[in-house]
């Protein structure tokens, strides 16, 4: 590690890039193969069947900062979720307008948000609760709200995904090697320092707590943790009763980053999807209509892919496909040329992803990675490229479509608004936590 202040000279990188080592290495490097069999070809949408009227869309927003204690290194981070729903019969309100004016958008949505503050090292409850037990009673008590009157709470939603989840979970307690059962609510363990427990404590989110540094990995994960179950709650919600169930299929229901769970809440995976299944097969029941979730991903390998497969040799870039082009690569060819897996591996994002991929030059020219919901039969299996494998995916075109936006690359209007609600300022984030603490 350097020195506070001191830079970096480049001469190490000189040195590197000289290396015999780093030449032998660079050549046993394996790269994608190419082969005629695995290139993609573009599928023919046709035109989306239901008008959407809605979308509510969801995103997080997460702000860390230093509390003076009298401790070293205490921080805390206050986590903000924002819903909001975009009505878009405003919208066409705007459609002789070539640019629709920004003052638009914020008349056309209303928000509600889900805040808490989750405690990192060194920052104790007044009680005398460890800064690791704050830390887990935090995560339980932000699930007490709802964002519906009369609905169940985010920690009633937690409690009927998992329901009949029999898995053990270990004490947080160090020295206690007790194998725990899931509980409801908060109970004691027996062990002879008579901790309390609470139901989020089998999801482990404080077994990545540091206790003597930074803490932005666990908390990022409860926000995440969060927003999939305020999106199931809402979900949920409309699938209670029957005039929500029709109004279901003319919603779209939208979600910043992949439709997936990572660390240690990667295993409610197979509980989120066989909830959204659930929801879905209601919807179909009732309706004859799927649910329409989708979300779409920034960043990261896909996007990354589908920029090299847009390149043409005597265009350029953005130069090989046409408008509106939807590429459906299957799990055969993610493996050989966006995520290595050997033969013999389980498939990528079997544990970890409840959506499919799908590539989308919009109308705009813009490339977005869009995941569909695994919630038909078609759609969980990995080899099939059918239309059917993306519920809903003509309708997700259309809305990318009608709401892309050029403010930034790959911006979609509803991700924007959602993320403005959500956002918290770095000067007023940390002014709120410290507040919290001057007490």
């Not at 799990?331 to 590539?359: C, F, N, Q």
């Not at 936006?405 to 956002?423: C, E, K, M, Q, W």
């Amino acid at each position: 590690m350097p020195y506070e202040g001191q830079k970096a000279t480049g001469e190490s990188l000189i040195a590197l890039e000289q290396s015999k080592l780093f030449e032998e290495f660079a050549g046993e490097i394996r790269m994608p193969e190419k082969t005629k069999s695995r290139t993609l070809q573009p599928t023919a949408l046709p035109l989306a069947a239901e008008k959407i009227t809605r979308v509510l869309a969801i995103d997080g927003s997460i702000v860390s900062e230093k509390i003076k204690n009298g401790f070293p290194g205490a921080e805390a981070s206050l986590v903000q979720i924002a819903l909001v729903s975009i009505d878009l019969n405003k919208l066409d309100e705007h459609s002789g307008q070539k640019i629709v004016p920004p003052r638009a958008f914020n008349q056309m949505d209303k928000a509600a948000t889900l805040q808490c503050v989750l405690p990192g090292c060194n920052v104790a409850k007044s009680d005398g609760t460890a800064p690791k037990d704050f830390f887990r009673q935090s995560i339980y008590d932000a699930l007490q709200g709802s964002v519906q009157k009369n609905h169940e709470t985010l920690l009633e939603t937690y409690r009927a995904l998992v329901s009949g989840r029999t898995s053990t979970f270990r004490c947080p307690t160090s020295g206690c090697d007790q194998a725990l059962s899931p509980g409801v609510g908060s109970w004691t363990c027996p062990c002879s320092k008579s901790v309390a427990l609470y139901e989020t404590d089998p999801l482990r989110f404080h077994e990545r707590f540091n206790e003597v540094g930074p803490n932005g990995e666990p908390h990022g994960e409860v926000m995440r943790f969060l927003e999939a179950i305020l999106l199931l709650n809402v979900l949920r919600y409309f699938s209670s009763f029957d005039q929500g169930l029709n109004i279901l299929p003319r919603l779209a229901f939208v979600v910043d980053g992949p439709l997936a769970s990572f660390g240690q809440f990667a295993a409610v995976v197979p509980y989120i999807q066989k909830e959204l299944k659930r929801i879905n097969d209601l919807c179909v029941a009732k309706t004859g209509k799927n649910i329409l979730l989708f979300s779409l991903i920034k960043s990261g390998q896909f996007y990354e892919h589908f920029e090299q497969l847009d390149f043409d040799e005597m265009k350029g870039p953005n130069g090989r496909f046409g408008p509106q082009t939807v590429l459906l690569p299957d799990i055969a060819y993610i493996h050989e040329s966006v995520v290595y897996r050997s033969p013999d591996a389980k498939p990528w994002g079997a544990d970890t992803y409840y959506g499919r991929i799908a590539l989308y030059k919009s109308k705009s020219g813009q490339r977005m990675v869009i995941n569909t919901p695994k919630v038909t039969e078609a759609s969980l299996d990995l080899s099939n490229t059918d239309l059917a494998a993306y519920p809903g995916l003509p309708e997700v075109a259309g809305i990318v479509d009608r709401l892309s936006t050029y403010l930034f690359d790959g911006g979609f209007v509803p991700i924007v608004r959602a993320h403005s609600h959500a956002a918290i300022p770095l000067r007023m984030g940390g002014e709120i936590i410290k507040s919290l603490f001057d007490k």
